[in-house]
């Protein structure tokens, strides 16, 4: 609970990978949410130009300005290689619902990241936004 406290509060800019530009994605409605609450949201995309009227990008690497979260909606076996970009980027690690790499986790842990897995980052967010 820790690490998903100190990602939320400390985070200002979320990569989400995998954002579908689709309303009815989990992906969209997390992203949204979030940026409705105050946080920079990157999409991170190859096969759209743009999603919640920001740009995206191909990829992590792509991206030109600091990332604190990486938030990731891929398959768990797509994981390792984002993590590893999210590794170079120095950013924490956050993997929604259904999403589990124990490898890639400890390996982000290892160079110094926060992780969390199997987690929705909107559901966490609104439950630490409803404790005094």
């Known amino acids: 609970m820790d690490e998903i406290k100190k990602i939320l509060k400390e985070s200002k800019t979320v990569a989400v990978v995998g954002l ?8 969209y409605r997390v992203a949204s949410y979030l940026k409705s609450v105050g946080y920079r949201i ?14 995206s990008y191909a990829d992590l690497g792509s991206v ?7 938030d990731i909606f891929r398959k768990s ?26 490898q890639a986790a400890m390996k982000a842990r290892a160079a110094g990241l926060l992780v969390v897995m199997d ?14």
């Open 64 to 70: 030109r300005e600091r990332i604190d979260v990486v």
């Open 119 to 132: 987690r929705c980052m909107l559901k966490e967010h609104k439950k630490l936004s409803a404790v005094p």
């Open 20 to 27: 579908s530009p689709k309303e009815d994605r989990p992906s």
């Open 42 to 55: 990157i999409p991170v995309n190859p096969n759209v130009s743009e999603v919640l009227g920001e740009r």
């Open 77 to 102: 076996e797509d994981v390792p290689s984002i993590v590893d970009e999210a590794i170079k980027l120095r950013a924490h690690v956050w993997m929604q619902e259904g999403i589990v790499n124990d």
